[in-house]
């Protein structure tokens, strides 16, 4: 999340998809990690978690994410909130790879799934290729499925161009909660063609 970007229609878009996450029954202690970077202060702080219409209590973070620097501390600050489904909200989402400060990395993602936590993560994500969104969605979705992480997913997809997805993960304890997750978005009335697996 960069603060000059704050009160876009993308964070519309999270206050709209944090509401609607809430109405449910799965996902239970719901924690955001902002991923800040650029230039921010306490007003910045303040002025996001207003616009996404959280807590501070809800809000694991307010430091800045750096692409080297504190970076594996500022991601296992996740950690101390082990009981808690979590919001990442990385200026642009999750990539196999690049560690730079507007990603979290696959590897990144499994490790704050640890297989014996049912925890769910959503993952704000337009880092996908802009020529063909939904294949470029699957296959993320599918590296992430693979022998090498192991994790159970599913995206909310967002067929309009320059607009964000979600991706859902856990780790294989989560699985039932993020089957009940995608049952419930349904039930709520996403069309299941928005929700890839």
């Known amino acids: 999340m960069n603060p000059k970007y ?5 964070d519309l878009f999270k ?13 239970q202690n719901l924690m955001v ?6 230039e921010f202060g306490p007003d910045d702080v303040a002025a996001y978690m207003r616009i996404i219409g959280i807590t501070k209590a809800e809000l694991l973070s307010d430091e800045r994410f750096f692409r080297v620097q504190g970076r594996k501390e500022y991601i296992d600050t996740a950690s101390i909130a082990a009981k808690h489904d979590l919001f990442l909200d990385p200026d642009r989402g999750a990539v196999p790879e690049e560690a730079d400060r507007e990603v979290i990395t696959y590897g990144e993602i499994a490790l704050l ?7 769910i993560l959503m993952i704000y994500d ?11 969605t699957r296959e993320k ?9 192991g994790l159970h997913t599913f995206a909310y997809f967002n067929a309009s161009p320059n607009n964000p ?6 780790s294989g304890a989560g ?10 978005l349904e039930n709520a009335g996403i069309p299941k063609s928005r929700l890839l697996t």
Do not use: H, W
């Open 6 to 10: 704050c009160g876009d229609a993308k």
């Open 15 to 27: 206050r709209g998809f944090l509401n609607l996450i809430r109405t449910g029954k799965v996902v």
């Open 33 to 38: 990690l902002p991923f800040f970077t650029g």
């Open 113 to 119: 799934l640890p297989q014996q936590e049912s925890r």
């Open 126 to 136: 337009e880092s996908v290729n802009m020529a063909d969104r939904e294949r470029a």
């Open 141 to 149: 979705i599918d590296a992430l499925r693979s022998a090498k992480y």
């Open 165 to 170: 997805n979600v991706l859902f993960v856990a």
């Open 175 to 184: 699985r039932q909660r993020i089957q009940s997750l995608m049952a419930e």
